[in-house]
Structures are given as structure tokens and as C-alpha cells.
């Protein structure tokens, strides 16, 4: 069977074959055949390819890794856990957050902490204007979902209020170009911050504060899928939420 998901990643990214096998250092007939005929490549070769198209090598070629290789890769994934949010030092999110330079996202409820913060707040700002995409995403202080949080956490109203407050902390960057901000009415199992291939993921716990609950931090490793599994969840809920006005 033909490589459609390779064929596809090509195309998306303006990559010819002849350009994909000079860069890889192979016969562009060969790269061919790992389309139109379907054939793995060797795993050092899946590496290059993955690399240089920037997408995953268990995405061009789900059935080459074993179960237990796929394992191992997204163990490594995970740098450190920290048990609650307010175990994580100040210096990581900077650091999250400083060494972006493509993409950087905020998927929360509110994440007060961070938009109360005025220097990570200037940095995103100061990130976007070095061409680094900001996207941000609130709970809907409108939507029964941020209701529902805000009664599990025992503050009620409070969430919604915080959003707010958020979006006035926000202002300073809001309607620059690179920042989009969107409002989302989705239940959330986990609060994602990306920078680049690094997450710090703040699960939720019932009943707990997200301040309260454990967070992972997690770094792209070739062949893992548990920063894909994260980043392919922010991308589902930013398709959904509402843009807002400047």
C-alpha cells in the first residue's frame, strides 16, 4: 500500500522527493518507493525523515515501532514530575516559555498565576513579536463547563470571575500580531502549557485546586507519543473555541 500520511506531510510542508533524499543523503528513487510502494525505511533514515518534515516518525510509519519501542521512547518523554502545581520553581515556566521560538500555547480554565505574572506576560508579548505563534485559551466565564469547575473547586462563581480578571491582565499583548486568544467551553482533564516540543501538563484532580494537582513535565523524544497525545488535545479544543475581540 502507498504511504498517503508521507505523500501528505510532503505536500503540507513544500518538500519534493528530490529535496527530501538530498537532504537525507538517498536515492530519490528510493524515497519513492517509501511512498508509492509503502516500504519502511531503515529506522536511521525513519530519524532523518521525521526530523526534517518535523512531524513523527509513529505518524509516517505507525506499524514500524513495536509496542515496547513506542513505550520506551515516551518514557523518556517525561524530564520530571512535580506533585503539586505550586512545586514547579518560577525559573521553569520562564524557561518553558524563553526557549520557544515557533509555537507556544496556554490551554487552562484561567492559569491566573501566569497572566498575574507581568514578566511572563511581557515575554509572550516579546515572543510574538520575534515571530513565535501565542495562542491562549480560556474557559468560557459564560459556559456551564467553567460553572462546574468553579463548584468542584469549591469556589463557585470565583472561576468565572478569574477568567475575567485574566483577560484584563491579557490586554498588554491582546491584537498583537502572532497572539490569538480564544475562549473554549470544554471539560478539561489536564491544563497544557507548550513551549515548542516541552509541556508542562497540570493534571486536574476532582475537588482539588489545580494549584494542588500534580504536573508533568514532558519534552518531544522521537518515536513517543505522549507530547503528540497532549499537543494533537490542545489542538482539538483550539478548533472549537471562540476567537475574542481585540
Do not use: C
Amino acid at each position: 500500500m502507498a504511504n498517503e500520511r508521507l505523500r501528505a506531510v510532503l505536500l503540507e510542508r513544500g518538500v519534493t522527493i528530490a529535496e527530501l533524499a538530498e537532504a537525507i543523503q538517498v536515492d530519490p528513487k528510493t524515497v519513492e518507493r517509501w511512498i508509492t510502494k509503502g516500504r519502511a525505511p531503515y529506522r536511521k533514515h525513519r530519524y532523518a525523515v521525521a526530523a526534517h518534515l518535523g512531524t513523527d516518525e509513529s505518524y509516517l510509519w505507525p506499524e514500524a515501532l513495536t509496542r515496547d519501542q513506542v513505550a520506551s521512547a515516551s518514557e523518556s518523554e517525561i524530564v520530571t514530575v512535580y506533585p503539586h502545581r505550586w512545586a514547579v520553581p518560577r525559573d521553569a515556566w520562564g524557561r518553558l516559555f524563553a526557549q520557544a521560538t515557533e509555537e507556544i500555547g496556554i490551554l487552562v480554565y484561567s492559569g491566573l498565576f501566569l497572566a498575574d505574572d507581568a514578566g511572563i506576560v511581557r515575554m509572550l508579548g516579546e515572543k510574538a513579536a520575534a515571530g513565535a505563534r501565542v495562542r491562549i485559551l480560556l474557559g468560557d466565564p459564560e459556559s456551564p463547563e467553567v460553572a462546574q469547575r468553579g463548584a468542584d473547586e469549591g469556589i463557585d462563581d470565583g472561576m468565572a470571575a478569574k477568567i475575567r480578571n485574566v483577560l484584563v491582565l491579557y490586554k498588554p499583548i491582546r491584537g498583537r500580531k502572532n497572539v490569538e486568544i480564544r475562549l473554549h467551553s470544554t471539560v478539561l482533564y489536564n491544563s497544557i502549557y507548550r513551549g515548542d516540543d516541552q509541556l508542562l501538563v497540570n493534571t486536574h484532580v476532582y475537588g482539588t485546586p489545580a494549584g494542588n494537582a500534580p504536573v508533568l513535565h514532558l519534552r518531544k523524544v522521537v518515536g513517543g507519543d505522549m507530547v503528540t497525545t497532549y499537543v494533537d488535545s490542545f489542538e482539538k479544543v483550539w478548533d472549537k473555541a471562540t476567537p475574542i475581540e481585540s
